[in-house]
């Protein structure tokens, strides 16, 4: 059964610096999304990407954060310059076209920790 | 804008036990309604979804989930709790307003099973 795959599992950084976090989608699926969740918080959603580009933004998405699909297989998320804030489960997922109805398939998530 | 309200962070039910997790929308719109359910350093499974077609909807490991508009809820039932579905349960509905349907998510509700 496809599935969405996410590396790293956990990746622990410090305050400053530069992550990726990388994203496998299932591959004829068409709309791609990120989602954080702090401990203790909800699923919030951060970014939708759909035909090359973000259709889609949340206020978390700030400058700090970009998305980019760079061989149509991979989905990253960077971060330019962790801030402890940014510590979290961050969750890839992925959607198929056609109906609105159609369940996004999520990632196991990485799990993100900023010293 | 639609959001999600989940009442308890924390249901105990012992097994074989009745399971119920509540679920309440606010959409302007008719609602796509999901039930996702995350087990211990996994993903988000999708458990079941409403899209309209019956109120009633069967899902996953006997799960099941009643949409009531009259109430704005869309709450999961089990009627014999298992041990296996100790977990974390998220209710969401699906924004169409931004036209990407990115999910909006409660804040989960924590099941625990006891013998």
């Known amino acids: 059964e496809p599935e969405v795959t996410q590396t790293p599992s956990h990746q622990v950084t410090q305050m400053g610096q530069e992550v990726i976090l990388r994203c496998v989608p299932i591959?004829?699926?068409?709309?791609f999304y990120w989602y954080r969740q702090i401990l203790g918080q909800k699923v919030e959603f951060l970014v939708s990407?759909?035909?090359?580009?973000?259709?889609?933004k949340s206020e978390i998405f700030d400058d700090q954060f970009s998305v980019e699909r760079p061989d149509g297989s991979n989905f990253t998320l960077k971060i330019r310059s962790t801030k402890l804030e940014d510590s979290a489960m961050y969750f890839c997922?992925?959607?198929?076209?056609?109906?609105?109805?159609?369940?996004?398939?999520f990632g196991p998530g990485t799990r993100l920790t900023v010293l | 804008a639609q959001s999600v309200t989940q009442l308890g962070s924390h249901v105990s039910v012992s097994e074989g036990a009745l399971v119920l997790l509540r679920c309440n929308y606010s959409?302007?719109?008719?609602?796509?309604l999901f039930w996702y359910v995350q087990y211990p350093n996994q993903g988000l499974q999708l458990l079941l979804k409403?899209?309209?077609?019956?109120?009633l909807v069967k899902g996953i490991n006997g799960f099941e989930a009643e949409f009531k508009k009259s109430e704005t809820s869309f709450h999961l039932t089990k009627p014999s709790a298992h041990m296996s579905d100790a977990a974390e349960y998220f209710c969401?509905?699906?924004?169409?307003?931004?036209?990407?349907?990115?999910?909006?998510f409660g804040a989960g509700t924590r099941l625990a099973v006891h013998p």
């Open positions: 997922a992925s959607r198929s076209g056609g109906s609105a109805a159609n369940e996004q398939f």
């Open positions: 591959s004829n699926h068409l709309y």
């Open positions: 990407f759909y035909n090359n580009e973000i259709s889609e």
């Open positions: 959409s302007s719109v008719p609602p796509y």
């Open positions: 409403y899209t309209s077609a019956a109120t």
């Open positions: 969401a509905v699906s924004d169409s307003s931004g036209g990407y349907n990115k999910l909006i």
